[in-house]
T-cell receptor
Framework: KAGVTQTPRYLIKTRGQQVTLSCSPISGHRSVSWYQQTPGQGLQFLFEYFSETQRNKGNFPGRFSGRQFSNSRSEMNVSTLELGDSALYLC??????????????FGEGSRLTVL | AQKVTQAQTEISVVEKEDVTLDCVYETRDTTYYLFWYKQPPSGELVFLIRRNSFDEQNEISGRYSWNFQKSTSSFNFTITASQVVDSAVYFCALSEVHTGNQFYFGTGTSLTVIP
């Protein structure tokens, strides 16, 4: 079956702009999580959505936001981009959330460069 | 405080050698899950194994094996008879039952297998 699909794969923005990244989870998966990967900070949890509701949020400023649609597809948005937002943004899907913790299935990521 | 520590930043081995990747974790929860992921250059994190805190049985899967020891809070990963295709960055991760799909990742170990 199709894996997790993230678009766009690569993008370049300038400081102050905003960006929207999209993630389509594996069919039947209802949980979508987002992670930021940078050389300095490694992999850091941004937020998780399950059934269109944000379940959990990492320690990121309010410029980072997300949402999930009824078909489980998710988007994340970063406003007022800063140089430090340059990173690989990874989306992961899972069957469920909460007390059940199955493995996360990751997409190939969206590589954002902020100039 | 770092919840998952991978002390080895980079490892190089010659093909067919065995290699062990170390992972030490920290949690106050009695129920938690441990994972290993592989990240090839394409960027996608590939799931390798999931272990819950109540299952200390070691596991072997082909050339991969895992050693989980709660007494030392370690979850080490061994590749036997390494191959060039094993070259990647390997991440150990922890999930606590009350935070669902919020994974805490280690900083990763970059493995290079030299032919």
């Amino acid at each position: 079956k199709a894996g997790v699909t993230q678009t766009p794969r690569y993008l370049i923005k300038t400081r102050g702009q905003q960006v929207t990244l999209s993630c389509s989870p594996i069919s039947g998966h209802r949980s979508v999580s987002w992670y930021q990967q940078t050389p300095g900070q490694g992999l850091q949890f941004l937020f998780e959505y399950f059934s269109e509701t944000q379940r959990n949020k990492g320690n990121f400023p309010g410029r980072f936001s997300g949402r999930q649609f009824s078909n489980s597809r998710s988007e994340m948005n970063v406003s007022t981009l800063e140089l430090g937002d340059s990173a690989l943004y990874l989306c992961a899907s899972s069957l469920a959330s909460g007390s059940y913790t199955g493995e996360l299935f990751f997409g190939e990521g969206s590589r954002l460069t902020v100039l | 405080a770092q919840k998952v520590t991978q002390a080895q930043t980079e490892i190089s081995v010659v093909e067919k050698e065995d290699v062990t990747l170390d992972c030490v974790y920290e949690t106050r929860d009695t129920t938690y899950y441990l994972f290993w992921y592989k990240q090839p250059p394409s960027g996608e994190l590939v799931f390798l194994i999931r272990r819950n805190s109540f299952d200390e049985q070691n596991e072997i899967s082909g050339r991969y094996s895992w050693n989980f020891q709660k007494s030392t809070s370690s979850f080490n990963f061994t590749i036997t008879a390494s191959q060039v295709v094993d070259s990647a960055v390997y991440f150990c991760a922890l999930s606590e039952v009350h935070t669902g799909n919020q994974f805490y990742f280690g900083t990763g170990t970059s493995l290079t297998v030299i032919p």
